[in-house]
């Protein structure tokens, strides 16, 4: 019993960190088509950046948004400058961020090295909290869960209730169109990967304090993405939420249960909803 | 870059018949004029790693379908050639390698075409997403299997046969080994060009629907495909761990991965040979990137050439090429 409401709620932190990742990915999908395979390089980049800001102010806070500015500004730079002089080529586009990714990977070795860090979370956060049945919870992981809330809440406020959000929504459902209302799609596109990219740089602070940060994460948190988009549909942000969560339970039941075949039943969810739904569980046909 | 290469079917001019003629005759007596290290470090290295590239060539090229789990065939032909034969680990059942081989092509046929009847459920550049999910979770999976696979250790001490008395490992018959594998796929791809199926594939390609119309099975052809991708990746996976004489998670990573739609990429997706002049040009990179800018900075240097590849001239090297032609010879035009 124990051992089970553990793995619930270890499957729901790391539910909560895919979803801070993936949202980004989706949203940047859902509105420009554009696949960033350079994604967990944005989330792995964030990480350092958030890291060199955290020990130079001492402050883990200015650290998280250290790396959320500063992926955000890259997410943009990369926008204005390469993305959208092949709108349209989505084959084109996908092997770009492949090759930005394989360029940031050997860059961030160079300059980090292969070494692992560990950020110093804040005191509030640090230890753990007394819960029923299993005792003890590392504090750090339920803020986790809390941070996705809010900015699962605060994207959909956003996406819901502004007129930028308005506009995202049907940039989504037909890009073609909301240019031809007059809407200037090149700003709408602007701000979505500005947002995207940023939200991978925080989520890397926010998961590195959780686990850590070394050479390889960008693959983890890559594949994460795409398996929690499939499965919970492309460019759906409540998907990305569901998505994130089936995965992140199946990933820590399996670790728990079966380690040797753990990957195993992330694969089973993906191909059963490609199978059955291939727009993903909460997607839209194209 | 689709549609791009949808060009008319020629056929076989002279100048291509001789131009094929002077390579193969050159790759001949390569060995001959080469060093055991520029035989098998760079020669085989190339053919093999074109190889693999060249199913992808295929599928994309022909198909339209970038699929990023070709060496994940070809990881897994390897792999069960490592568990069926003998290894160095005492972990191979001790088959003898004909069947050995046999085995791992069929079972690594069947890996592929399973693989693209789940990509075909989508197309575009969803298929790259899924491909590659794919491709990843199959390396987590082989990392992290130590009942059959040994984990992160994979396997070491694999190696071609003797056979009548020739060790096909030493560097000339491993040589000539992989260019007959090598120039058998190779003709087979350039034949199925002009083929019904490969009409039909790259009708299917320019426009699924007006071929679906049309009367033609077009899941069907695309899991065939993938097929005729996952026979020849598999070939190419053999002869890779026999070259290496190891295979481990490594070399089903996401690095090997990446560095066959490279190769594909950079050399160009038009014509079956671009995956060739893509692998001679990476295999050289990486072996003498050492020269040109520090040894551990081959990836950036790699990238770079990729980004600019895809950037500036999405048709590869071979688009290049063709620019090249149209410019000096602007008359025939």
Not at chain 1, 11 to 20: H, I, Q, V
Not at chain 1, 241 to 268: C, K
Not at chain 2, 223 to 248: D, E, K, P, Q
Not at chain 2, 302 to 314: D, K, N, R, T, Y
Request: charged share 10%; net charge positive; proline share 3%.
């Amino acid at each position: 019993m124990k051992l089970f409401i553990m793995t619930i709620l270890n499957g729901l932190t790391l539910a909560a960190l895919y979803f801070l990742v993936a949202s980004g990915f989706t949203l940047v999908f859902g509105v420009m088509r554009n696949v960033n395979l350079a994604h967990g390089s944005l989330f792995l980049l964030g990480a350092y950046v958030g890291f060199d800001v955290a020990e130079a102010t001492g402050s883990w806070v200015l650290g998280a948004a250290g790396g959320f500015v500063a992926i955000a500004i890259l997410g943009l730079l990369l926008q204005v400058c390469i993305f959208r002089f092949m709108e349209g080529q989505d084959l084109r586009q996908t092997l770009v961020t492949i090759g930005i990714s394989i360029i940031l990977a050997d860059v961030m070795l160079a300059v980090w090295g292969g070494v692992t860090y560990q950020f110093e979370i804040p005191d509030a956060l640090y230890g753990v909290t007394r819960l029923p049945i299993i005792k003890v919870y590392t504090t750090y992981r339920l803020f986790i869960l809390l941070i996705a809330v809010v900015i699962g809440l605060a994207l959909w406020l956003f996406l819901d209730k502004t007129r930028v959000g308005m506009m995202i929504r049907a940039g989504v459902d037909d890009r073609d169109m909301l240019a031809a209302t007059g809407v200037n799609v090149h700003r709408v596109f602007a701000i979505v990967f500005t947002i995207g990219a940023g939200l991978a740089g925080f989520a890397g602070v926010v998961g590195g304090s959780a686990l850590s940060i070394a050479p390889g994460e960008d693959l983890r948190y890559l594949l994460a993405s795409l398996v929690v988009v499939i499965v919970g549909g492309m460019g759906s942000v409540g998907g990305a939420a569901l998505g994130a969560l089936l995965i992140g339970l199946a990933e820590q039941f399996g670790l728990a249960y079966s380690p040797t075949y753990g990957v195993v039943y992330t694969f089973i969810i993906m191909v059963l909803t490609l199978a059955f739904r291939p727009q993903g569980l909460l997607g839209r046909r194209a | 870059m689709r549609g791009s290469n949808a060009q008319v079917i020629r056929g076989t001019s002279q100048a291509d018949v001789l131009w094929h003629v002077l390579v193969f005759v050159f790759l001949l007596v390569y060995p001959w004029i080469a060093s055991p290290f520029w035989t098998v470090q760079i020669g085989a290295q190339s053919l093999i790693l074109g190889m693999i590239a060249l199913s992808l060539t295929f599928l994309a090229g022909y198909g339209g379908m970038v699929s990023l789990a070709q060496v994940s065939v070809a990881g897994c032909a390897g792999y069960t050639v490592a568990v069926l034969g003998v290894n160095s680990f005492n972990m191979g059942l001790g088959w003898p390698w004909l069947a050995a081989v046999i085995l791992a092509i069929v079972i690594a046929t069947l890996f592929g075409t399973l693989i693209g009847a789940i990509s075909v459920q989508t197309t575009g550049i969803y298929t790259i997403m899924i491909t590659l999910a794919i491709a990843v979770g199959f390396y987590y999976f082989a990392r992290q299997n130590y009942n059959i696979l040994n984990g992160w250790n994979g396997f070491a001490g694999l190696k071609p046969p003797v056979i009548g008395g020739v060790n096909w490992r030493d560097p000339v018959p491993f040589y000539y080994l992989s260019l007959a594998v090598v120039a058998v796929a190779y003709f087979v791809v350039v034949y199925l060009r002009r083929s019904t199926f490969g009409l039909s594939l790259q009708g299917i390609r320019d426009n699924d629907r007006r071929m679906q119309a049309l009367g033609f099975n077009v899941r069907a052809h695309r899991i065939l495909a993938y097929t005729v991708a996952a026979l020849i990746a598999s070939f190419g996976g053999v002869l890779m761990i026999w070259l290496n004489g190891r295979i481990s998670p490594g070399s089903i990573g996401i690095g090997p991965t990446i560095d066959i739609l490279v190769i594909a990429v950079i050399g160009g997706l038009g014509h079956p040979v671009g995956a060739f002049i893509g692998a001679v040009l990476f295999t050289l990179l990486e072996n003498f990137a050492i020269d040109l800018i520090a040894s551990e900075r081959f990836n950036l240097l790699i990238g770079a050439v990729f980004l600019a590849i895809v950037l500036f001239s999405p048709d590869g090297l071979l688009g290049l090429w063709q620019k090249l032609r149209q410019w000096t010879a602007p008359a025939t035009h």
